[in-house]
């Protein structure tokens, strides 16, 4: 999702005639913030002390993102060297200003548009209308608006044209979709995306279990453009602690979501987030969830310590009671445990051809992009961004996939 803003805001920086440059030459730095975790909001406020001696009058300083819903104009008057506070999405008054504060146009002629990688993000849904009670979500990014089917399809056909070779539907919760004029949910809006000339993938993220429609997944496996990744977060494996995280399903309910997925589409690509030291995690709980890990056999699994996030249901109304050294135990242990699972089943694809739509150039100069599962894979030979290209797999870590191009 901050990644989706990014882009738009750099899109629209770009299209007014503005230009990417290195921060010690640049005139404008954006901070685009998340605080979904403490870790991440600190990071913004050491980044804010960090510009202090670059900042002079001439310098603007801007801070969007999540954090402008959490601490709003009150950022202001903590940091003095900050500008301006943009809420999410809110960019084109902010542009305005700077157009009047930067007269550098005089006589320039303006870029004709914005930038379109070989992946384009379109942000379908904002918000989300859960209750997680560990999540700062709902606060900061306020309740769910959904952007109408015909607007999305709109901006994926902008964006092919432009070059784009593959979408990204992104919502909190993309499966809770629902097209506001009453033309269905998720399965609808991606059959109308995944028919436009051009597209060679499309995907969607992140999945919410309690949303997700069965006829999601028929759309899903029948098609030739939508990839086969699902990125569906259960948080634990234990059905107490799902219910004090007011998640709303149960272990048998997800388990029996990725029984069907899995039967539609037995190669399918599977990530899931997971948070330890909840409040209230038994070790009994805890191994719950590593035994969910165990039988699932997830490719990716995001894991996070529990830190009580300033708002929410679980900070005020629930002991932060799992010990810090405790919590870590339990991180590293799942940590290993899931680097076998993930090294294990990357390895599987020793042998198999897959088709790689490539979207850059890695370190080493090689091309690189995604399998429709949603491993990262590496082409040995010659390939350009935005290509599709098969290859049979000669080497897997658990990070990436290697391969040659097929003769
Ligand atoms: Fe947060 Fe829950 Fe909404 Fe996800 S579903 S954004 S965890 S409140």
Not at 152 to 166: D, L, P, T
Not at 386 to 398: P, Y
Request: net charge negative.
């Amino acid at each position: 999702m901050n990644l989706a803003d990014s882009e738009s805001i750099a899109r629209k920086l770009l299209a007014a005639g503005y230009v990417e440059e290195s921060l010690d030459r640049a005139d404008i730095a954006i901070l685009n913030t998340c605080v979904v975790r403490q870790a991440s909001e600190d990071r913004v406020y050491a980044k804010l002390h960090e510009l202090r001696p670059w900042k002079t009058p001439e310098r603007t300083i801007a801070v969007t993102g999540c954090i402008v819903g959490k601490e709003g104009d009150g950022l202001r008057a903590r940091f003095p060297q900050l500008d301006s506070v943009v809420p999410i999405g809110e960019y084109d008054s902010f542009i305005a200003g700077l157009d009047a504060r930067y007269d550098w146009s005089a006589g320039e002629a303006l870029p004709a548009a914005g930038r379109t990688g070989v992946s384009h993000f379109v942000r379908v849904i904002q918000g989300c209308d859960h209750n997680c009670t560990f999540c700062i979500v709902p606060r900061v990014r306020g309740r769910e608006k959904h952007v109408p089917i015909d607007a999305v399809v709109a901006e994926c056909r902008e964006a092919i044209g432009a070059g784009a070779k593959e979408v990204v539907l992104l919502g909190q919760n993309v499966d809770d979709y629902r097209d506001p004029e009453g033309r269905g949910g998720l399965a609808a809006l991606v059959r109308e995306v995944e028919r436009l000339p051009g597209l060679l993938r499309l995907r969607f993220m992140t999945s919410h279990p309690q949303d997700l429609e069965p006829e999601l997944l028929e759309v899903m496996a029948a098609s030739d453009v939508v990839c086969r990744e699902l990125q569906l977060p259960v948080q634990s494996g234990d059905d107490t602690i799902l219910k004090r995280m007011a998640r709303g399903y149960q272990v048998r309910h997800y388990r029996s979501i990725i029984e069907r997925a899995r039967g539609l589409m037995p190669d399918l690509g599977l990530a899931t987030d997971v948070i330890v030291g909840f409040p209230g995690e038994s070790e009994e709980a805890f191994l719950n969830t590593r035994r969910l890990l165990e039988e699932i056999e997830f490719d990716v699994v995001h894991l996070a310590m529990y830190s009580p996030r300033p708002s929410t249901y679980a900070a005020q109304k629930m002991a932060d009671d799992v010990p810090d050294d405790e919590k870590l135990r339990r991180l590293n242990d799942l940590l290993a445990l899931q680097r076998a699972i993930a090294a294990r089943k990357t390895a599987a694809w020793i042998g198999r051809d897959v088709s790689v739509l490539v979207e850059g150039r890695d370190e080493l100069g090689r091309p690189f992009g995604r399998i429709r599962q949603g491993k990262r894979a590496v082409v040995l030979g010659h390939a350009e961004p935005g290509m599709l290209v098969d290859i049979r797999v000669v080497q897997a870590t658990a990070g990436q996939l290697m391969g040659a191009r097929a003769a």
